[in-house]
């Protein structure tokens, strides 16, 4: 056990990165589960995220604007392709979520196979680096929730169409795995709105929001304290935390007008 970790300079930012990270994966994780393709996360992440391996193949800085840019662009392709699977073979949807993450992980593992380093990058982009956030990362990332929140508050992401959800949920993503990786992103949007199914309205925002930073801070503490790596402590922390909620309020579905989703129905008239 290391006491000596309990150090507020480094739990402080990387605590601030997962709150901001929720900010914006709370409301599209009850959208992607009302939707029932739950493994977008994982695919965008995962398109992102070879974008940044193809761009460090290529030589360009490392953290870099280069490499965000390099990111941003891929997963929007990505988000893309996925818009026009789903207007193009609705019931086969999800199918080709999963063939895009087992796709662009293979890439990436091809792209990586000559690098040395290669499976240091592959577990950084797993599990990430959340303890060594800078303050330039928290910076981008806050200012990049905002607009996001806001482009949710004003319905744009069912005013523009299903590029509108996908688009913004691409730019969510690729901020966020860079700093906590592909399974705190997934963790993030998926476990909050899975246990708290039996609230509706502006309190289950409130509440997924809770479990979310409860199990962050849990994580973070218990990571420090046993020295284990902080994103799979966080993953099994929040997980915890989101069936005791559950287990406790219950698991029976809120009423379906209990919060506008994000997304048209795929039965909807196509919004292009």
Not at 216 to 230: E, I, K, R, T
Not at 231 to 253: E, H, I, K, Q
């Amino acid at each position: 056990m290391n006491w000596q970790a309990f150090d507020w300079s480094i739990l402080g930012p990387a605590l601030l990165a997962g709150l901001l990270v929720l900010a914006t994966h709370v409301p599209l994780g009850m959208s992607v589960l009302d939707r029932g393709i739950v493994f977008i996360d994982l695919a965008i992440a995962q398109v992102a995220g070879l974008g940044v391996i193809l761009a460090d193949n290529l030589g360009v800085a490392e953290h870099g604007l280069g490499v965000q840019l390099a990111a941003v662009a891929a997963a929007l392709l990505g988000a893309a392709l996925l818009a026009w699977t789903e207007r193009r073979a609705a019931q086969q949807h999800e199918a080709f979520i999963g063939v895009l993450f087992v796709l662009a992980s293979c890439i990436g593992i091809l792209a990586l196979a000559s690098n040395p380093h290669g499976g240091e990058h592959l577990k950084d982009m797993l599990v990430g680096q959340i303890l060594w956030v800078s303050g330039t990362q928290l910076a981008v990332l806050a200012a990049l929730s905002v607009v996001l929140c806001g482009w949710i508050a004003i319905g744009g992401m069912t005013r523009f169409g299903r590029f509108g959800f996908y688009g913004g949920f691409a730019l969510a993503v690729t901020a966020s795995v860079q700093l906590v990786g592909v399974y705190l992103v997934f963790s993030s949007l998926i476990i909050p709105a899975l246990a708290t199914p039996g609230f509706s309205g502006k309190r289950r925002y409130l509440v997924a929001g809770a479990v979310g930073a409860a199990g962050y801070a849990l994580g973070l503490a218990l990571s420090a304290w046993l020295d284990l790596p902080s994103g799979a402590v966080v993953v099994c922390t929040m997980a915890a935390c989101g069936l005791a909620v559950r287990s406790v309020f219950g698991g029976s579905a809120a009423p379906v007008a209990a919060h506008e989703p994000l997304l048209p129905a795929r039965n909807a008239p196509d919004a292009r």
